[in-house]
C-alpha cells in the first residue's frame, strides 16, 4: 500500500524547520519520512536541513527531471527531490515542507495528500522574524502583512506552533499517523 504525502506549509517564521527537527526521530520511528529539501540558498544559511545550490544547478536538475514537485517563491527557487516517489511507493509517508502558494499544483501530482497548515499568532510571530535576523523590521512588518491576506487554506488541518514546540511536535506526530491509519 502506497504512504501519504503530508504537506507541512506556514508562513516564514512559524517553525517549520524546528518542527520538524523537534519531530524528525519520532516520525522516523513511526515510518515517515522527511524529505529534505533542495534550495538556492547557501548550505551555511542559518535554519533549514536544505541541500544549497546555485541557481544554474537548480535550472539544470529541474531540467534532469530530478524533482517531483518544485517552486519559485521570495527570489529563491526550491525542489522536492523525485526519491520521495520511491518512498511512497514503498509505503512510507513523506512530509515534506511545502509553500502554500504551490499547494493547488502539489495536490494534481498528489491528490490524497494531507496539508498541514502551520499557525503562529501574529506577536509570536513577529518575535520569531526578529530572532531570526534575515529580515529588517521594515521586511518583518511587510511580512506579517501579507500573511493576513493569505487567510485560511482550503482543506488543511491547522496546527498551532504559537505554544511549546514540544506540544507541536507531538501533535504533528499525532497527526500523521492518524493519516497513515486513513490510507
Not at 506549509?9 to 533542495?38: F, H, M, W, Y
Request: aromatic fraction near 4%; proline fraction near 4%.
Amino acid at each position: 500500500m502506497p504512504g501519504k504525502l503530508i504537506y507541512l506549509i506556514g508562513p516564514s517564521g512559524s517553525g517549520k524547520d524546528s518542527l520538524l527537527q523537534a519531530a524528525g526521530e519520532r516520525l522516523l520511528a513511526n515510518g515517515c519520512r522527511i524529505a529534505r529539501r533542495v534550495i538556492t540558498r547557501s548550505a551555511e544559511s542559518v535554519g533549514e536541513d536544505a541541500c544549497g545550490v546555485t541557481p544554474e544547478e537548480f535550472a539544470r536538475m529541474e531540467l534532469e527531471g530530478a524533482f517531483a514537485l518544485h517552486w519559485h517563491a521570495n527570489g529563491l527557487s526550491y525542489g522536492i527531490p523525485r526519491g520521495i516517489d520511491d518512498w511512497l511507493a514503498e509505503g512510507h509517508d513523506v512530509l515534506v515542507n511545502g509553500s502554500r502558494e504551490y499547494l493547488p499544483v502539489a495536490r494534481q501530482h498528489y491528490p490524497d495528500l494531507l496539508a498541514i497548515l502551520l499557525v503562529v499568532k501574529p506577536s509570536v510571530l513577529r518575535q520569531r522574524l526578529v530572532a531570526r535576523g534575515r529580515e529588517s523590521l521594515a521586511e518583518i512588518d511587510a511580512r506579517l502583512q501579507r500573511n493576513k491576506s493569505f487567510g485560511e487554506e482550503p482543506d488543511c488541518v491547522q496546527l498551532d506552533n504559537s505554544g511549546t514546540l514540544e506540544a507541536a511536535a507531538t501533535r504533528l506526530v499525532d497527526l500523521v499517523m492518524e493519516a497513515h491509519a486513513c490510507v
